[in-house]
């Protein structure tokens, strides 16, 4: 059995956001390129009171991305909200990318990088995992997209334009566009 932790004091509570956030910024701009050290003297902390919040660079990474994903469970829910069965899968879906662009470290986590300590994420995206699934069977349900979509097809799809994201072939590739090539290429009829 696991213990619940103790809250943080206030002033280690302010410390961790702030190690948060600067872990975040600088994942985001270096991905995994970022190390401890310049995560600590971009937060303007020293290397032990990184250290006694986070042991390693993996587990700050994780924490990141447990936030993340804890958004986009939040934000499959909102998605789940919208009366065109259609429209709520293209928002999720865009939401998703939207979340991921500019942040090198989490495009990396999501296109499968095992420098997150993924078992320590698991609550987190099958939340998200599970409103989108429903999102899908509605859609297929509605006959506005292909009869045979998966979650496991929306991962595959995000996870290529990830890839557009992260590595913009030919050095120009927009990302928007291979979303917008996907979203024809699963909606039924005429594309829009």
Not at 15 to 24: L, Y
């Amino acid at each position: 059995m696991t213990e619940n932790p103790r809250p943080l004091r206030a002033d280690a509570r302010r410390n961790r956001e702030r190690i948060m956030r600067s872990a975040g910024e600088l994942f985001a701009r270096l991905g995994h390129r970022a190390q401890m050290e310049d995560i600590a003297a971009h937060c303007g902390l020293g290397m032990g009171t990184l250290y006694r919040h986070f042991p390693n660079k993996k587990a700050l990474l994780t924490a990141i991305v447990q936030e993340r994903f804890h958004g986009m469970a939040g934000l499959a829910r909102a998605a789940e909200e919208i009366d065109d069965p259609a429209e709520a899968l293209e928002a999720v879906l865009r939401g998703y990318l939207e979340a991921a662009n500019g942040d090198a470290g989490f495009q990396l986590a999501l296109m499968g990088s095992d420098e997150p300590q993924w078992e320590d994420v698991l609550q987190q995206k099958a939340e998200f995992a599970e409103a989108v699934a429903r999102i899908i069977d509605h859609a297929v349900a509605s006959g506005r997209v292909r009869k045979d979509l998966t979650f496991g097809d929306f991962t595959m799809l995000a996870n290529g334009v990830i890839a557009t994201m992260y590595f913009k072939p030919g050095g120009h590739a927009d990302w928007r566009r291979h979303l917008q090539i996907v979203l024809d290429g699963i909606r039924t009829g005429a594309p829009r």
